[in-house]
């Protein structure tokens, strides 16, 4: 399922994240890779937060669709 309908609090392991290749390597860089942990720490109608290598990174919902866990 998409990061986007992750419930709040919740640990995921991130599968796949999809995108064009730009978008793909910039989701990379901010540590969104395949095998990875990631915590949803609130999420709102346009941002969604998240807790990722002990950072907090707030991302587009339509960024988010796109980080399958």
Same mark, same amino acid.
């Given at each position: 399922?998409?990061?986007?309908?992750?419930?709040?609090?919740?640990?995921?392991? %991130?599968?796949?994240?999809?995108?064009?290749?730009?978008?793909?390597?910039?989701?990379?860089?901010?540590?969104?890779?395949?095998?990875?942990?990631?915590?949803?720490?609130?999420?709102?109608?346009?941002?969604?937060?998240?807790?990722?290598?002990?950072?907090? %990174?707030? %991302?587009?919902?339509?960024?988010?669709?796109?980080?399958?866990?």
């Amino acid at each position: 399922m998409p990061l986007s309908m992750v419930r709040e609090g919740e640990q995921n392991i %991130i599968k796949k994240v999809g995108g064009k290749e730009e978008t793909r390597r910039f989701l990379e860089t901010l540590g969104f890779v395949s095998g990875g942990s990631v915590t949803v720490v609130s999420g709102n109608a346009g941002n969604i937060i998240v807790n990722i290598r002990d950072s907090r %990174i707030a %991302i587009g919902r339509d960024m988010a669709n796109k980080i399958l866990v």
